[in-house]
């Protein structure tokens, strides 16, 4: 699979991160298969997050790759931390102890990545800056970054936290694209200009933060795909037209969608299916046309001034 550099490290990583959140709906044959199928594949990225099956996710994908030393040497692990029951924790306290608990559910000494994964309305710089000072100095967190987060928020933690931020995690999809819809539509009166990010996406270009797109297959809140379905009919015409045309399906072609964006972005798949994830991995061999990029975009709907 074809590779890039995540953010302004030096850590070469797949374009395509591996999303382990429905791991635990996998028997552990099937999770197995799962996990060499995708390595065997190039995509060695795996993303995970300390809620996900409330740990289960983590302890099943160990035992799935079963992990060890020469395991480890040849995979990038990406967790979060930061969501309780009923709150949001960046406290030291908090941040320390969930990577102690992340990396024994993983069974290893250290993450790749740690992303602080929604933003805690009490969050205290100076708190975040020493748990990362610490867990950067024991080893334990090589690079950090954060999931969900506006520019100023951004900003707010780069006032104390001397780490680069090398990734962003966002929500990003055909039908859920108004990151890049209101830099199209600037000064309009239509929905589509109203910018509720900050210029979340031009921000991250500017800092070299990869911003790593999260159900790049959904519409709305988890309210569902939108590859076959019924509400999105011109969209998936063209999709199916443009997918013919490179002889792949149309879960590539949603993907090369998201690839083919100038801003170097890291999709992370959500499917457990066999099948889908190495049509996923195809994406990074399709280079789609100006053309075909804009005419996927305005048949889900978005409008060009």
Known sequence: MRTMKLGSSSLEVPVLAVGCMRINGL???????????????????FDHADIYGGGKCEE??????????DVREKIILQSKCGIRSGTFDFSKEHILDSVDAILKRLRTDYLDILLLHRPDALVE??????AFDKLESSGKVRHFGVSNQ????IQLLKKAVKQPLVANQLQLSITNAN????????????D????RDGSILDY????????QPWSPFQYGFFEGVFLGSEKFPELNK?????????????????IAWLLRHPAQMQPVTGTMNIERILDCIKASEVHLTREEWYAIYRAAGNILP
């Open 150 to 153: 506006n520019p100023m928020q």
């Open 179 to 190: 990151m890049i819809s209101n830099g199209i539509n600037v000064n309009m009166t239509v």
């Open 27 to 45: 028997e552990k044959a099937e999770a197995e298969r799962f996990v060499q199928t995708s390595l065997e594949h190039g995509a060695n990225f």
């Open 125 to 130: 710089p100076h708190e975040v800056a020493e």
């Open 60 to 69: 099943i994908f160990a035992d799935a790759i079963h992990m060890n030393d």
């Open 204 to 211: 991250c270009r500017l800092n070299d933060i990869t911003i």
């Open 192 to 195: 589509s200009s109203i910018n």
């Open 238 to 254: 063209v999709i199916d037209e443009v997918a013919a045309k490179y002889e792949v399906s149309n879960t590539t072609i949603a």
